[in-house]
């Protein structure tokens, strides 16, 4: 698709008017339901896309899906590169799409880059819309959970919803079992008084004042006037001071000749981004027969705190399998992706310890010079042995003292006496 392809909006009524509905219908079944096959504890994007994928592949199945809020994905923009995802995958997640592009753009201050990867984008708003359609009066919205068992949950309200398995999805679990650093942003989608003249998304924009860590802004073209623009950082710790991102914000649109008509949305988060763990104590944690998702099950990309790959091929994983067997299923995925990604945490050690902090942008730097193939698969998480070789050969834009003290992962978590680092929910 071409520039600022925006696909086919999926809105067969208003937002407000569709979680009305869904929450009078959820509320309706719960009355009347004695016991649900699956109990899925949020709405988020983990769980979302599961219930989905278990409505198209197993409509037997009597599932209930239960957010705290009005409307379903929180206040989110997912993306994700073609490369990231099968064939069939992208297929299932076609109706989720709201934007897509050729190609993108990286910046640094010696070189910038086109890469001809596609990507694309979904929002919350097309996510609630999707599985409001699907889902009907299989969702309880504004709902919150008061109790949770592998049995069912209690509502504050005082319903009970009991279920043969529990899938817990409700964001990130604090876990001392941990070490993190963090990817926080505060992003704004805007309207501009005139054309920003943006023709692909920039991931990352580094020519910025490297602050806090490594810096960087990231933005994505919608149409001529409407831009999404995220400030974000990669930092040691999790405060996220939002004022004076937005303040940043404010300044990165004056530098790039754009003035701001309207600000249109605001979000913002704080991701994890793992350092060292210990995956069998972070899984003893918490009701053992309750199944987890997402964030709460560490399966999200360590490098960039992304979800939504990992999501997408657990529902793909799940929908398939036994319901009894779905607690185990993700256990074990959970563990078995850990392992496939030490190597990521590892450069995670270099970044957030062996490179001063106002110096983190060169390691960005010099990866972005790689071959693309090798930055489709990293991104992936499918890095062959080779890879691993190329990443690690040649000069290192780190200190090779401070990067030898990084390789030892249970030494380097022996060590430290920071863990469990909070999060906000």
Known sequence: MGTFDRVPAFRP???????????????????????WDIV??????????????????????????????????????????????????REWLAPFIVYEWPDYEVRF????????TGYASITSDRFHDVLSQALGPSLVLGAEIRELSESGVVLSDGRTLSADIVVDGRGVSNSKHLVLGFQKFVGWEVELENPHGQTRPIIMDATVEQLDGYRFVYTLPFDEKRILIEDTYYSDGAVLSQDKLKSEIRSYAERRGWSIKTVVREEHGVLPITLAGDI???????????????????????????SLLEAVRLADRLAHEPIDQINQIIRTYSKSRWSDYGFYRLLNRMLFQAAEP????????RFYRLPEALIERFYAGQ???????????????????????????????????????????
């Not at 809020?69 to 993306?79: E, I, K, P």
């Open 383 to 425: 890095l062959t042995y080779a890879d691993k070789v190329r990443l690690l050969v040649g000069k290192p834009p780190v200190p090779v003292f401070a990067a030898a003290k990084c390789l030892s992962e249970s030494q380097f978590l022996n060590n430290r006496t920071d863990r469990g680092v909070h999060l906000e929910a």
């Open 280 to 306: 069998d104590l972070f899984w003893s944690e918490g009701p053992s027969a309750v199944a987890r998702t997402g964030l709460r099950s560490a399966l999200f990309h360590p490098i960039t705190g992304y």
């Open 40 to 89: 899925f504890a949020g709405g988020g994007l983990a769980n979302g896309l599961l219930a989905y994928r278990f409505h198209q592949l197993r409509p037997d199945l009597n599932i209930l899906v239960v957010e705290r809020d009005t409307s379903l994905g929180g206040n989110h923009t997912w993306s994700f590169y073609e490369s990231d995802v099968s064939q069939s995958q």
């Open 109 to 116: 201050t010696p070189y910038s880059r086109v890469l001809p």
């Open 13 to 35: 009524a208003g937002r407000a008017e569709e979680a009305a509905v869904a929450s009078d219908q959820g509320r309706y079944m719960t009355d009347n339901a004695e016991k």
């Open 358 to 365: 106002g110096k983190r942008h060169k390691v960005f730097d």
